[in-house]
């Protein structure tokens, strides 16, 4: 006789991350796990401790942890990640996709590269340590190119705040100084998009829903920034670049942020780690479910477990 079990999938979150919005985050999904079928852990990178290469991360708990067979990976915890791969498992979103959505500049270019619209960036220089004096002879180039005002973006960040708008050429010199020694680099300002943007979810290349993003007191349109969201129909165009964004980045879902120009859409950015609460207030659409069916549908290809989720 033939023993049937329900697939298992590890909801892994950072360890030092668990605030109200992560916690929210990992109980929905946990939910929808559940609904799905799956037989869903939740666990954080405090658990699991990436080792050599070939081999499947240990566990840092004393209980013994079932055969995972897919992890949805709510990190940016990268040799855990590939880590898991390496041992067999399949992880959503891949550590490639993560990798590079967590660095704007790596995502820039990985967007440009595929030939997608962008706003027009610059790359500030690079510095191993923040200088004593820093020459700032390179920001008349920026300016030439981009104009003011100018966004300047760190290379790592998350819900826009480390997004900046500097309006005159002593501010973008301050923000240069104050941010020296990290990876940053400055894009050209959409004036006609100014305080709005477009976050389109993307699933398995598929658009399953979209909400216009708005705020009236600042550059930026983050819910966490104060920004207001109402349901949007995306456009043909919305549609097609989002998903040849999710495509680009190699992720299996993604939320796509969509400036609106003149001249047409162009890719803000790519998160990798879409919280969906907001799009879900704002659309009456439940991403969760859709993300359970394609981990479901890549699992049977990848791997046999008999008795999956129906």
Same mark, same amino acid.
Not at 155 to 163: D, I, L, M, R, T
Not at 226 to 235: F, L, M, N, R
């Given at each position: 006789m033939t023993t049937t079990r329900s697939p298992v999938l590890l909801i892994l979150g950072n360890g030092h991350m668990q605030t109200a919005k992560f916690l929210d985050y990992q109980d929905w999904i946990h939910n929808a796990a559940d609904k799905a079928g799956f037989t869903a852990i939740t666990a954080t990178n405090l658990d699991f401790l !990436? /080792? %050599?290469? #070939? @081999?499947?991360?240990l566990c840092t708990g004393e209980e013994k942890m079932p055969a995972i067979d897919a992890v949805l990976f709510a990190d940016k915890d990268l040799p855990l990640a590939r880590a898991f791969e390496a041992s /067999?498992? *399949?992880?959503? %979103? %891949?550590?490639?996709?993560? /990798?590079?959505c967590d660095h704007k500049g790596q995502m820039h270019e990985r967007l440009a590269a595929s030939g997608l619209p962008t706003p027009d960036t610059?790359? !500030? *220089?690079f510095l191993y340590q923040k200088p004593k004096e820093m020459d700032l002879r390179f920001l008349d180039a920026v300016i030439h190119r981009l104009g003011l005002p100018i966004v300047v973006k760190e290379?790592? #960040?998350?819900?826009? @705040?480390?997004?900046h708008l500097a309006q005159s050429r002593e501010e973008l010199e301050a923000l240069t100084l104050s941010l020296a020694g990290k990876p940053f680099l400055f894009q050209a300002f959409i004036k006609e998009s100014r305080g709005e943007d477009l976050r389109l979810n993307v699933i398995g290349g598929e658009v399953i829903a979209a909400m216009r993003r708005t705020s009236e007191t600042d550059f930026r349109a983050n819910?966490?920034? #104060? /920004?207001?969201? !109402?349901?949007? @129909? *995306?456009?043909e165009a919305e549609r097609a670049l989002a998903i040849a964004a999710s495509r680009a980045v190699c992720a299996d879902f993604a939320g796509v942020d969509l400036l609106r120009t003149n001249d047409g859409p162009v890719i803000c950015e790519v998160n990798t780690n879409p919280h969906i609460r907001s799009i879900h207030e704002a659309t009456g659409i439940d991403i969760a479910p859709h993300m359970m069916a394609w981990i479901d549908k890549k699992i049977r290809q990848s791997v046999q477990v008999e008795g999956g989720p129906r």
């Open positions: !990436a /080792g %050599n290469i #070939g @081999e499947a991360p /067999g498992i *399949p992880v959503f %979103n %891949n550590s490639q996709a993560v /990798g590079v610059v790359f !500030a *220089p290379a790592y #960040g998350s819900f826009g @705040e480390q997004v819910v966490t920034a #104060g /920004g207001k969201t !109402a349901p949007h @129909e *995306p456009t």
